[in-house]
């Protein structure tokens, strides 16, 4: 999914020559803090609410006031995952989307963001959920997938997180597989940490069997 397929038609730029007051009440009615400031067509930057608070001159343009204007923004072509990576890096309301020469074709904001990422299918998709914690260098996508597949299971996404001056990094796998316990005892076997997962085991179907068995049990 690239930055074009997430554009929100419903928030227009700003220019440059319009007002600090204008820019103040088009954010309380698209419901946003932050708006994309343009000069003829080429993105300048992004203007937040708390920069429009308690000014003295709030019907200067924008241009005349010396407040910061955040660069944020990605290409049309750059993927979705950029954009949550800015959005989340900075605590933006929204970012500005721009072509190869700077000019501003429109703004993602982090609601749609996270309602377009929400409808991915391998949200949706039933299985659970393993993370994993390794040494980056014993990291390995092919034996980690060798893993799952040997326990006729499908990994559906994955993604790593890392901490800073930490050599350890975390893997979370979703998994097409309700029942992760075979593939758990095979990660153990093969000395990985298991730092946690969510999914339905054994214990868990029988319970859940007994449970359906009494309400059918009330409703006879």
């Known amino acids: 999914m690239l930055a074009v397929d997430l554009l929100s038609d419903e928030i227009p730029p700003l220019k440059i020559s319009e007002s600090a007051q204008k820019a103040h009440a088009w954010m309380e009615e698209f419901r ?5 400031v343009i000069e003829k067509g080429q993105f ?15 019907k200067e343009p924008i241009s005349k006031l010396k407040i910061p204007l955040i660069k944020a923004s990605v290409l049309k072509t750059q993927h979705a995952f950029d954009a949550l990576k800015l959005i989340s890096g ?9 072509d190869e020469a700077n000019q501003f074709v429109g703004v993602i904001t982090s609601h749609n963001l996270m309602q377009k990422i929400a409808a991915m299918p391998f949200v949706h998709e ?5 993370m994993l ?18 326990n006729d299971a499908k990994i559906l996404s994955s993604y790593i997180t890392s901490t800073i001056d930490s050599t350890k990094i975390e893997l979370t796998l979703k998994i097409n597989k ?27 179907k ?3 069997g007994k449970f359906d068995e009494f309400i059918h049990f009330l409703n006879i």
């Open 32 to 36: 946003v803090s932050h708006l994309p």
């Open 126 to 130: 039933p299985g659970g959920i393993i």
């Open 178 to 204: 309700d029942d992760l316990s075979g593939i758990l005892q095979t990660f153990s076997r093969y000395n990985y940490t298991v730092k946690a997962s969510f999914h339905l085991g054994e214990y868990d």
């Open 90 to 98: 900075l605590n933006l309301s929204l970012i500005a989307v721009l």
């Open 44 to 58: 300048v930057g992004l203007v937040a609410d708390t920069d429009l608070l308690d000014l003295k001159t709030p």
């Open 206 to 208: 029988d319970v859940r």
């Open 133 to 150: 914690e390794l040494n980056m260098n014993d990291y390995s996508m092919i034996q980690i997938a060798q893993i799952v597949e040997g």
